[in-house]
């Protein structure tokens, strides 16, 4: 069976600093996150498996699919989560600023829709046709991406309630292994370094 790996780009500068969206290059451990991740694969995959490769548009997917390839295939879809007017601002700078925007979204953290930006209900959405070439793949498939659209994919795959996407765990610097069985994944989770 085919594993499919999931994993967030290593660390931006803007991961350093708690700073939303933007697209900030990696900082020197996300470098480093993306040599490890290149040797996660060339140790898991067989032998005579090509590995698909996919990422986002945004420049820290791109950096950390470098090491295996420099030509992932890039999809819009995978995008992060568009936080509109938040975009590069602090979740703090939005809690003081924003007070509004910052109640409506702990309030309803699934439907709420950044202005001019999206909810998890609009990235759901896009990922449809994503999902649906992701589950026909017959090679192993690697998809780098982000936080909000990897819980998007993985509730998706471990059939989990929509609602439940804003609070699944998707740690940075970790590949979670989604392997397709009989009756829906089976689950590992691999933590590297640094
Ligand atoms: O903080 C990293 C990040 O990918 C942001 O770019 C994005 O807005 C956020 O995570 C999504 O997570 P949450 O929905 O918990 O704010």
Known sequence: PRPIWLTRH??????QHGRIGGDPELSPAGEEYAKHLA???RKN????QEVAVWTSTLRRTIQTATKIT?????????????????????????RIEMPDVWAARSADKFRYRYPRGESYE???????????QLERQRSPTL???HQAVLRSIYAYLMDRPPGECPSISVPLHTV??????AYGCEEK???LPP
């Open 70 to 94: 420099r030509s992932p295939r890039t999809w819009r879809a995978l995008d992060e989560i568009d936080a509109g007017v938040c975009d590069g601002m602090t979740y703090d700078q939005v």
């Open 143 to 145: 998809v780098i991406a």
């Open 189 to 191: 989770r691999f933590a």
């Open 122 to 132: 609009d990235v759901i959405q896009r990922l449809d046709p994503l999902i649906i």
């Open 10 to 15: 290593g660390q931006s500068a803007y991961n």
């Open 39 to 41: 040797e996660f694969v």
């Open 45 to 48: 995959a067989k032998r005579d």
């Open 176 to 181: 979670i292994q989604l392997t397709p069985t």
